[in-house]
């Protein structure tokens, strides 16, 4: 991330030769200040869009009409946002007007809490007009102003409270809680994948609790997308919200997070694809919760064992063993000896892949001299069945042999 860093260096002091202000903004100065490495390193400054299109190289016109170009030094990319005030907000979801304005504090205003209304210039020295850095300090979040119409504006500030409160270990203040509790109904406004990515985000956090517990004792599900569409209503949580602290990857917190909403893994597509995650991860969580659920694998059984690292690979696997550990209690022990046997279930196989296998579709239907077919798939699935178990070694001969020999007809 040094060169991150390094890269917006270099925007604020161009900026800067060319007369204009320029400061590192939001996430990346509450981070800073933290002692956390920033995801990214934001800039703002009084330089209309244009201007900044031409002081520098390389650059994509990212967001223009809302003031953001992105500027590419060497392979970093770095945001530069125009001050800006917005005005006019539209269904609680986005502002009307966007107006470019010469005061950075203003651009500040218009951000969502003070511990993201920050700003900093390169020789260090910190804007803080909403009083940041103190939260910082309390460890609160706070809205910049009138939290209720703050949240008025965009309801999506009420769910990135919350996130914020899990990433950081944060807790909200007083009166923006009781605003977020007010405006609550608002959410219905939101677009779906806004939520899904504050999801995400929530996921990527050590205690992804702290934000689902808010959810449920403030009354949120009923007001947020894609809840709302959910025939079945949300009950109290299946299993402690604090089991989703545990370490564990994405796909087994979605899957548990289904889970904790109640829903049965029958259901769990339908439910998952409402948050328009794409096909790929609707299919593999679907997958990982019903295999955690329907979880009877023991340590003993290898064969078995094998056979479902083949059929789903180690990763989706394992994040069905995780699941599997919350969803069914197991101590620390019992999934500690189940990963250990999986790991050397995996070690053992000499094959885990159709692509390792010595033999192919075209060689079974040379050496059998039948018309091609799906056959020759499901020929060669026995066979890598086989390789994997240590029934048959991975040799073409041996593995044609075999092959010619299971195609015979009564085989
Ligand atoms: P992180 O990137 O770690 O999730 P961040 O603070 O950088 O946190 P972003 O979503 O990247 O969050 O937004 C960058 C900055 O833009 C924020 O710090 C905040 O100042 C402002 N911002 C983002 N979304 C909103 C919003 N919905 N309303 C007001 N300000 C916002
Ligand atoms: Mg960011």
Redesign the pocket.
Known sequence: MKEARAASLQVLERLEEAGFQAYW????V??ELLGRE???Y?VTTDAPPGKVQSLFAKTVATGIRHGTVTVLIHRQAVEVTTFREETGYEDHRHPGQVQFVKRLETDLA???FTI??MARDRRGRLIDPFGGRKDLRSQVVRAVGEAEERFRE?A??MV?ALRFCA?LGFRLDEQTEAALIRQKSLLRHLAVERVTQELE?LWATDKPSQGIRPLWEMGLFPHLPPFTQWDDHIGRPAIPVEEMDRQMGRWTRWALFLHLCGVPPKESGTHLRSFRLPATDVEIIASVHRLGLDWHLTPEEGSTGKQLLLSHGREKLTSALETAAVIHRWGPEEEEEMRRALLRWQQEMPVHHLRQLRVNGRNLVEATGREPGPWTGRVLDILLKKVALGELPNETEALIEEGCRLVQPGS
């Open positions: 903004v939001g996430g990346c509450r981070d920033p995801t990214d934001d218009r951000r969502d993201n209304a965009d999506l500030r990135r990433q985000k």
